[in-house]
């Protein structure tokens, strides 16, 4: 066990927020957390918040421990006054350092879907075709996810998603990831466009939680009802992660999230509370 005492780390913020499926909420205090093959269980107390876990250096790089975010929420905070109470609302969110594999796969199941029905889907796949652990099921090899037809996906309830899961596993089998990793972000994202059921905003995803790539803005009916409240001006849907990019530079990720957390938090209850 460890413990991290940090004003701006929040486990339910950092978890609740739309970048992790593979968590479950125990108890009001406490949550358990895979990734891949490894597991910790994650308490908040007065002291700060205690980690469980059998690989301590896994999960201080997974919790992205070592990011000055009380700096980052500074100069957040600075840009105005809609980024001041967005940082208020999500201050605790740490973008996590996730498995690029598991975020591939996670996102191409997670287009037009809910956080549930994700967790869902995710969870029977894990249990189907995943390795044992002592805490569970973990996450499928790609060589796993390779070796069964897309109709299994599709008895998964993965719906018109199990082909494209199907056909990215194949193409996952032999590719480089080395090169996608060591790509520049535009590289990357073009990369990752070419893999079936990967569009704009789940590339950008895979990106920001899988690459732990700052420089990119996923966007949704979330931010798209942001931009319209608090940016608006005139932008056309596809515009939107570009100008937000613009906008916010190698922070873009960090306030995507802030943005998501506090529209979803708040919604239009605060929109003529903020100028």
């Avoid at 949550?31 to 250096?57: C, H, I, M």
């Avoid at 070592?66 to 105005?80: E, F, L, P, Q």
């Avoid at 899988?210 to 942001?226: A, E, I």
Wanted: a neutral charge; aromatic letters at 14%.
């Amino acid at each position: 066990m460890f413990i991290v005492n940090d004003e701006c780390f929040s486990v339910t913020d950092t978890l609740e927020c739309g970048q992790i499926f593979r968590y479950e909420k125990l108890d009001q205090n406490s949550y358990g957390v895979f990734s891949r093959d490894k597991y910790a269980r994650l308490v908040t107390t007065p002291q700060g918040v205690q980690v469980y876990t059998d690989d301590e250096g896994y999960f201080r790089n997974f919790l992205d421990l070592s990011g000055n975010y009380a700096v980052r929420v500074k100069r957040i905070s600075d840009i105005s006054p809609v980024m001041r109470r967005a940082c208020e609302a999500g201050k605790g969110i740490h973008i996590l350092n996730q498995d690029l594999e598991e975020m591939i796969f996670s996102f191409i199941i997670s287009a037009n879907n809910n956080i549930k029905r994700i967790q869902l889907i995710i969870g029977r796949i894990c249990d189907a075709i995943g390795e044992s652990t002592p805490y569970g099921k973990a996450f499928p090899t790609t060589e796993a996810m390779a070796s069964v037809p897309a109709s299994f996906f599709a008895e998964m309830g993965a719906g018109y998603r199990a082909q494209y899961l199907y056909d990215t596993a194949q193409a996952l089998k032999n590719y480089p990831l080395s090169e996608l990793k060591n790509a520049s972000t535009k590289q990357a994202r073009e990369m990752l466009l070419r893999f079936k059921g990967i569009g704009p905003k789940v590339a950008d995803c895979i990106l920001l939680f899988g690459m732990h790539r700052g420089d990119v803005f996923p966007v949704d009916t979330w931010l798209k009802k942001v931009y319209h409240a608090y940016f608006e001006q005139g932008h056309k849907d596809g515009e939107l992660s570009t100008f937000f990019c613009n906008l916010f530079g190698n922070d873009a990720g960090l306030c995507q999230q802030y943005l998501f957390y506090f529209q979803r938090k708040y919604g239009q209850t605060q929109a003529n509370r903020v100028q």
